[in-house]
T-cell receptor, first 111, second 112 residues
Framework: NAGVTQTPKFRVLKTGQSMTLLCAQD?????MYWYRQDPGMGLRLIHY???????AKGEVPDGYNVSRLKKQNFLLGLESAAPSQTSVYFC??????????FGPGTRLTVT | DAKTTQPTSMDCAEGRAANLPCNHS???????VYWYRQIHSQGPQYIIH???NNETNEMASLIITEDRKSSTLILPHATLRDTAVYYC?????????????FGKGTRLSVIA
């Protein structure tokens, strides 16, 4: 039982490049979330999903897109990366709206 | 969801109880109090949550005042591994569809 895993762990992008972050969970959770955390700040919700095939906007959705084609996976896409998207990205999942389980994070730098 | 106020930082001696306060004076009747913590560079970890009654699990105890306007997270015997940022979050319980909103939390330093 791996819990929540994130791929990749680190990435450096140039401005304008695109990439996809993958989150996978093996706990059969309905809900999945993407957060970003900037230095010295708390986590901010980007997008979330309440079930396969659904997505919803969080607090800071601009510049990101998401997809939940399979229950166990939640993808976060950056179509045209900007330096302001340099951050640590955390994925989480939960059974309904109970406690969330977080992944180890992806450190993204956009130069 | 109601806002929360936490001290920016606290110190605690190893082996002592760590008491982390949280004010949530605008909490409404259907809102729960959740606590998470984040150890440096790791993803946040769920600790405990409660509605009205005090709660205890293997990690911590949660004491909620009778008027529910404040609460205290208690780590009974703090260790160096408990050094982390602790987040107090108030949100509507299920089924409310309200995601967690993390503030800046309290940075707890456990000192040997």
């Amino acid at each position: 039982n791996a819990g929540v895993t994130q791929t990749p762990k680190f990435r450096v992008l140039k401005t304008g490049q695109s990439m996809t972050l993958l989150c996978a969970q093996d706990m059969n959770h309905e809900y999945m979330y993407w957060y970003r955390q900037d230095p010295g700040m708390g986590l901010r919700l980007i997008h979330y999903s309440v079930g396969e095939g659904t997505t919803a906007k969080g607090e800071v959705p601009d510049g990101y897109n998401v997809s939940r084609l399979k229950k166990q996976n939640f993808l976060l896409g950056l179509e045209s990366a900007a330096p302001s998207q340099t951050s640590v990205y955390f994925c989480a999942s939960s059974y309904w709206e109970y406690e969330q389980y977080f992944g180890p994070g992806t450190r993204l730098t956009v130069t | 969801d109601a806002k929360t106020t936490q001290p920016t930082s606290m110190d605690c001696a190893e082996g002592r109880a760590a008491n982390l306060p949280c004010n949530h004076s605008t909490i409404s009747g259907n809102e729960y109090v959740y606590w998470y913590r984040q150890i440096h560079s790791q993803g946040p970890q769920y600790i405990i949550h409660g509605l009205k009654n005090n709660e205890t699990n293997e990690m911590a105890s949660l004491i909620i005042t009778e008027d529910r306007k404040s609460s205290t997270l208690i780590l009974p015997h703090a260790t160096l591994r408990d050094t982390a940022v602790y987040y107090c979050i108030v949100r509507v319980g299920p089924p409310g569809n309200t995601p967690l909103v993390f503030g800046k939390g309290t940075r707890l330093s456990v000192i040997a």
